[in-house]
């Protein structure tokens, strides 16, 4: 009816479910179960450094792949330790055991929050290598209720029209100022990032996606996810953190199981099979929208190989889409979380305009076919037809297996040590303090004799504690990436005296 204003669903009273014992059972196994859930919470040394950073340790790994919005490895490293030391409360989710909040305190005393995206988009881009600038500039935006990636945006176009600007916090501040009060001198500024951008053909300035301002990055799944997810290009929502990032191939390949990876798929900076891991990557952050469970933290959990994809979906996935599981709760998990995106892509079908780099047939073509999709935004009717089933957890087109079976690995080469000597190592959060600034071995050697001289010194320095674990999950497989000048390290790599190793172990997005 045309006069229907809302629905009421009544459920039992507060009464009637405190005298029916089965309630009592049932809290006291959901207690039980979130419990250990906050205990491997507390485990993951992902959360952890998220945790001691609020977001910002993104700087330093930023810094250490090389991302050209950071700058360099030693500028990432700094930025990330400025954040920390201007760290004066902490907040987050009630029961959260790794709460990712911060609030910083600003040059006058007052407090301000800032997370990662936020702080980057007014940060190296605008010639502000300082953190505290930053908070200044978050600040303004945040008196003048304006977005402060989309203010980053626009003030990098400004700087690109008129150079001067670039560096100069104090007149960025009063930009902002006018903008807020209506009295800014250029009006398409009023418009936001990408109408300023085509008023004074800026567009090749600009990176965007779905008709707003957009992250930067090197990792094509990273520069495509923010265009294809139906839930809208914010990173928190969209960034493939697997796929883009420092998983290894080994866990990569075990999660998403067993949609094959493509030759090359394992390799972040390569294009090939990164549409499917996309598609991939948006189904399941669609299934913890509908979970209501934090994408970061179940991210975190299966990045450090805490769980699998089946445990973490018994745990958190509506008992409705458990229910249909058949012994297969993550699948079942995974094509809720299709559903989702699908649903979401008939209600908003236009994908925008995704550049051509992003147009290889392992991009953007092969997202489309996972997902029964065309460029245009119509969906395939029998994708549409199998909601609510099992079958939008697999692709819609049949994909190239590549490299389905992982290759054997090859011998290591022989690197014989000659002296000892010394390297430099840098991290951020409880594995940065841990970790003393050199690190003293035989040298030459390979980067996974490095690696085990580290998880030795760690123990030592924490002898009631695993060091291996901020290394290692329980399987062998390596928790962190190592990168030396912005490339990230195979374990064969030749490590030499006088190296500077920087260790990443973070969860993308914020």
């Not at 977001?55 to 050209?68: M, Q």
């Not at 089933?389 to 022989?414: F, M, V």
Request: glycine share 10%; charged share 20%.
């Amino acid at each position: 009816s045309s006069d229907l204003k809302a629905l009421v669903v009544r459920g039992a009273s507060a009464d009637d479910a405190a005298l029916d014992p089965a309630h009592d059972a049932a809290r006291e196994s959901a207690d039980a179960a979130g419990a250990a859930l906050r205990r491997l919470l507390a485990s993951s040394p992902r959360l952890l450094a998220r945790s001691a950073g609020g977001t910002l340790e993104l700087y330093h790994a930023y810094g250490a792949r090389g991302e050209p919005t950071v700058g360099s490895a030693e500028a990432g490293h700094r930025l990330a330790q400025e954040a920390r030391a201007h760290g004066v409360e902490r907040h987050g989710c009630r029961g959260c055991p790794t709460p990712c909040g911060w609030e910083f305190a600003r040059e006058d005393g007052s407090a301000q929050r800032a997370h990662f995206g936020a702080a980057l988009a007014l940060g190296p881009a605008l010639g502000l290598a300082d953190f505290a600038a930053q908070l200044e500039l978050l600040a303004a935006c945040d008196r003048a209720g304006l977005d402060a990636r989309e203010m980053g945006a626009l003030l990098e176009l400004a700087c690109a029209r008129d150079p001067s600007l670039h560096g100069d916090a104090a007149r960025m501040q009063q930009r902002i100022d006018g903008l807020a009060r209506g009295a800014d001198l250029d009006p398409p500024a009023l418009l936001g990032a990408v109408a300023y951008a085509r008023a004074h053909g800026l567009e090749s300035e600009l990176a965007s996606a779905q008709g707003q301002s957009a992250r930067r990055e090197r990792a094509p799944a990273a520069e495509l996810g923010q265009h294809t997810s139906a839930g809208g290009s914010d990173p928190l929502r969209s960034f493939p953190f697997l796929a883009a990032t420092d998983g290894t191939a080994a866990r990569l390949r075990a999660l998403v199981a067993p949609l094959p990876l493509a030759d090359g798929g394992d390799d972040p900076l390569d294009p090939r099979g990164k549409g499917r891991l996309v598609w991939w990557h948006e189904n399941l952050a669609a299934a913890f929208d509908l979970s209501g469970f934090c994408a970061f933290s179940g991210g975190a959990l299966l990045a450090d190989g805490i769980c699998t994809l089946d445990e973490l979906a018994a745990a958190v996935a509506p008992p409705a889409v458990l229910a249909r599981a058949s012994g297969a709760p993550a699948r079942a998990w995974l094509a809720a979380g299709a559903d989702l995106a699908l649903l979401r892509r008939a209600l908003d079908p236009s994908f925008g305009d995704v550049p051509d780099e992003l147009c290889a047939p392992g991009l953007f073509p092969e997202y489309l076919r996972c997902r029964g999709a065309t460029r245009a935004g119509a969906l395939d009717a029998r994708a549409l037809d199998a909601i609510g089933s099992l079958r939008n957890a697999q692709p819609w087109t049949e994909l190239d297996a590549g490299c389905a079976q992982a290759a054997q690995p090859a011998p290591l080469p022989r690197i014989e040590a000659t002296a000892r000597g010394r390297v430099r190592v840098r991290a951020v959060g409880p594995l940065g303090d841990a970790l003393a600034p050199e690190l003293e071995l035989a040298l030459p050697c390979s980067l996974a004799a490095a690696l085990d001289a580290l998880g030795a010194a760690l123990a030592a320095a924490q002898p009631r504690a695993d060091g291996r674990a901020w290394l290692y999950d329980s399987s062998g497989e390596p928790r962190v990436a190592v990168f030396r000048a912005g490339e990230r390290l195979a374990p064969h790599a030749r490590i030499d005296a006088g190296d500077v190793l920087d260790l990443v172990s973070v969860i993308g997005g914020g």
